[in-house]
């Protein structure tokens, strides 16, 4: 398995328009990318423009096939300027 850790930030005016695009993202793709086991979308109400997502793929290029896909594209290209900060982080070895 290949995770992917992102860490957004995300501008306090952006955050309700930005939370539903990135649910429909993370949704899309465990339903059309077979390479995506697990995408998770954590938040917490008391940090309100922080999202954390836990991504799990067959291996890095399952991940890499991700980046192409139509429904990443788009809602990458929708998101862009309501973002602050993001941060990946990529594992190449998951033990469970």
């Keep these: 398995m ?4 992102v860490v957004f930030q995300i501008k306090a005016e952006a955050v309700e328009d930005f939370l ?4 429909a993202n993370a949704e899309a793709s465990l339903k059309d990318e077979p390479g ?9 109400p ?11 793929y067959d291996d890095a290029d399952a991940f890499q096939a991700h980046l192409q896909t ?9 998101v862009a300027g309501m973002i602050a900060q993001k941060t990946v982080r990529t ?3 998951v033990a469970s």
Excluded: W
Aim: proline content about 5%; glycine content about 2%; overall charge neutral.
């Design 2 to 5: 290949y995770a992917v850790t």
């Design 20 to 23: 539903p695009l990135m649910i």
């Design 36 to 44: 995506c086991r697990k995408f998770d979308v954590c938040t917490d």
């Design 46 to 56: 008391d940090r309100p423009g922080d999202v954390f997502l836990y991504e799990l």
């Design 70 to 78: 139509h429904h990443f594209k788009s809602f990458d290209a929708k």
């Design 91 to 93: 594992y190449a070895k």
